[in-house]
C-alpha cells in the first residue's frame, strides 16, 4: 500500500467524496470483507456491498485475499492507499493554475502553486511508480519564529539572494542530457487553531 494516491481521475474523485465512501476507505486501512464492514459500521451488507463494488471500479480499493466459510468465499478488500489527495485537475479549465495569476504576492497566487505541485508530482510519481524507477524530489518544510516584519523582510531579502545564487551556480540550460526542475519556496502564516 503507497502513502498518498493522487486521484485524477474525476469519476474517481466522485466516487471518494462521497461521506459513506470516505468513510469505508478509512475502515479499510486493513483488510476487510463487505460484511465485516457493515458490521462495524452499522449498515446492512447489500447497501455497503454497493460502496464497495463502486470502491473497486475506481481502483480506490483492491482485493487482499479470500476467506471461505464452508461453500461460500468471500472477498478482502483494503485501501490502494493509506491516504488520498484530489488533484486539482479533475476540475478541468477551472482549476487552480499558477499561469492565471495576477499578483504573484496574493494568497491566491500560493494556493495555485499548490494545487500545481499536486498536479505535476501527481503525474510524474504515478508514471515513476508504473515504470518502477524512483521520482527524485526535495522538500524542505519548516517553521520560523519571526521577531518582527522587518526582520521579516530582511529574511525575505537574504533568502532570494541565496536562492538567486545558488540557481546561478547549478543552472545550465545548455547541459546535454540535463533535466528541468521546478523549485518553488513558499511562507505562509501557521494556522492558529480555532476552538471547536
Not at 471500479?57 to 487482499?64: D, F, T
Not at 519571526?146 to 530582511?154: G, K, T
Not at 531579502?157 to 518553488?184: K, S
Request: charged share 25%.
Amino acid at each position: 500500500m503507497i502513502e498518498v494516491e493522487v486521484i485524477s481521475d474525476p469519476e474517481a474523485a466522485a466516487v471518494a467524496l462521497v461521506p459513506l465512501r470516505t468513510r469505508l476507505l478509512a475502515e479499510l486501512a486493513e483488510p476487510a470483507s463487505a460484511s465485516a464492514l457493515a458490521s462495524r459500521i452499522g449498515l446492512a451488507r447489500q447497501k455497503v456491498n454497493y460502496h464497495v463494488r463502486a470502491l473497486e471500479a475506481s481502483k480506490l480499493i483492491e482485493v487482499s485475499g479470500e476467506r471461505h466459510w464452508g461453500g461460500l468465499t468471500e472477498r478482502l478488500f483494503v485501501a490502494s492507499a493509506k491516504s488520498f489527495v484530489v488533484s486539482p485537475e479533475v476540475l478541468g479549465d477551472v482549476a487552480a493554475d499558477p499561469a492565471k495569476a495576477r499578483d504573484r504576492l496574493a494568497a491566491s497566487y500560493l494556493i495555485a502553486l499548490g494545487a500545481r505541485i499536486v498536479r505535476e508530482v501527481g503525474d510524474l510519481w504515478r508514471r515513476a511508480r508504473q515504470a518502477d524507477k524512483h521520482l527524485a524530489t526535495l522538500a524542505i518544510d519548516t517553521e520560523i519564529c519571526f521577531a518582527s516584519p522587518a526582520a521579516r523582510a530582511a529574511f525575505t531579502n537574504d533568502l532570494t539572494q541565496a536562492v538567486a545564487e545558488l540557481v546561478g551556480r547549478y543552472h545550465d540550460a545548455a547541459a546535454l542530457g540535463g533535466r528541468l526542475h521546478r523549485l518553488v519556496v513558499v511562507a505562509h502564516p501557521v494556522p492558529v487553531p480555532t476552538n471547536a
